[in-house]
T-cell receptor
Framework: GAVVSQHPSWVICKSGTSVKIECRSL??????MFWYRQFPKQSLMLMAT?????????EQGVEKDKFLINHASLTLSTLTVTSAHPEDSSFYIC???????????FGPGTRLTVT | GENVEQHPSTLSVQEGDSAVIKCTYS??????FPWYKQELGKRPQLIID?????GEKKDQRIAVTLNKTAKHFSLHITETQPEDSAVYFC???????????FGKGTRLLVKP
């Protein structure tokens, strides 16, 4: 149980375009999901907390107009990287707060490369 | 702001030896401390966690200890095996909320 999927697993896009990443909880409802960014050989940096039916809460330094988050249902949150630039290239991982309310279950991640 | 320090950044042990990774946190209100294992290119997997009302927790070869006074918690892996090789992250809840602050990770290498 408590499986989280992400789509796509990898994506290459051109500078200036937008990319949408989906995060789904497959076998449980997740009122809260999280979006992280991970650079090679570095830690997970929390970008934002996504709550179903309300606006996301962004961490300090994360541009909300650039990283659009939508949590429209109890099983789906999306992250849209708008006007992507090469410096946005990274590994984006989502997680969902599990049924017990403490544990976070991570998706497999999406590797974004902006050329 | 909240911070989690993790040491060492790399750790190399011989198969069968023990490995210890240490973390300190700054937010005295943190009440949940998970440990994640991440293999290259894969998602982080929860391996053990501890809540602030418990001092120690053990699951087979893995144990975690928590010292709330010192704001310090540690991961102990005994009888290490090559498949334990991975990056390990500690994390602390932000206050009593649901979001985490992660440590920078420890790259563990178990030599056969």
């Amino acid at each position: 149980g408590a499986v989280v999927s992400q789509h796509p697993s990898w994506v290459i896009c051109k500078s200036g375009t937008s990319v949408k990443i989906e995060c789904r909880s497959l076998d449980f409802q997740a009122t809260t999901m999280f979006w992280y960014r991970q650079f090679p050989k570095q830690s997970l940096m929390l970008m934002a907390t996504s709550n179903e039916g309300s606006k996301a809460t962004y961490e300090q330094g994360v541009e909300k107009d650039k990283f659009l988050i939508n949590h429209a249902s109890l099983t789906l949150s999306t992250l849209t990287v708008t006007s992507a630039h090469p410096e946005d290239s990274s590994f984006y991982i989502c997680s969902a707060l599990g049924p017990d309310g403490d544990e976070q279950y991570f998706g497999p991640g999406t590797r974004l490369t902006v050329t | 702001g909240e911070n989690v320090e993790q040491h060492p950044s790399t750790l190399s042990v011989q198969e069968g030896d023990s490995a210890v990774i240490k973390c300190t946190y700054s937010d005295s209100a943190s009440n949940y401390f998970p440990w994640y294992k991440q293999e290259l290119g894969k998602r982080p997997q929860l391996i053990i966690d501890i809540r602030s009302n418990v001092g120690e927790k053990k699951d087979q070869r893995i144990a975690v200890t928590l010292n709330k006074t010192a704001k310090h918690f540690s991961l102990h892996i005994t009888e290490t095996q090559p498949e334990d090789s991975a990056v390990y992250f500690c994390a602390a809840s932000r206050g009593q909320g649901f979001s985490f602050i992660f440590g920078k990770g420890t790259r563990l290498l178990v030599k056969p």
